[in-house]
């Protein structure tokens, strides 16, 4: 089935540390691929997304590719901020008979340190 | 702001009682989608209507329904409420919802407590 592998948490980081957070998948059709971030008390917002391999998405300084070899969407930024602070989800998308529905990872909660 | 609203923001109630959510899409989004939020399961997929038909379910339970109305607005309805049962539900909308591609926006969340 359609699934989404993402990298364990809580992560810390100090500010203008460089950040990585895996996310692996696995698809039966072709997905398309995205990183949605939560804020304390707030909903999920689309930070950034993928439609086709090798494609690269970006928004705010975050980015990530989408590697159909590795079957891996892993989310960097080079220099995080302490308003980055939030948990990230890796999450997936595979058409099927008019239903698009999103698969989530587990989420990585990140704390920005001053 | 996604566009997207959702109503109560936080609703406590006891065991065994029933519930309903309520959800406005963004304005010309035809998809609506439900996810629930726990600690154990993390973000689940519910059910997905569009342009008022059921198009996907997930993992939802007998004891939920929900639906979408002419106006696109969408109600989840949770009857026979167990302690499991708290949790945050979202609701989503898209444009579409017929192609892997489209976004989805998330509303704020309801936050249901069960006593």
Known sequence: GDSVTQMEGPVTLSEEAFLTINC??????????????????EGLQLLLKATKADDKGSNKGFE????????SFHLEKGSVQVSDSAVYFCALSVAQTGANNLFF???TRLTVIP | DSGVTQTPKHLITATGQRVTLRCSPRSGDLSVYWYQQSLDQGLQFLIQYYNGEERAKGNILERFSAQ???DLH?????SSLELG???LYFCASSPHGTASTDTQ???PGTRLTVL
């Not at chain 1, 997905?31 to 304390?40: K, M």
């Not at chain 1, 990530?64 to 079957?71: F, H, I, Q, V």
């Not at chain 2, 969408?74 to 949770?78: M, P, V």
């Open chain 1, 24 to 41: 692996t998948y696995t698809a039966t059709g072709y997905p398309s691929l995205f990183w949605y971030v939560q804020y304390p008390g």
């Open chain 1, 64 to 71: 990530a590719t989408y590697r159909k070899e590795t079957t």
């Open chain 1, 105 to 107: 990872g587990t989420g």
């Open chain 2, 68 to 70: 979408q109305f002419p």
């Open chain 2, 74 to 78: 969408s109600e989840l309805n949770l």
């Open chain 2, 85 to 87: 049962d708290s949790a």
């Open chain 2, 105 to 107: 926006y998330f509303g």
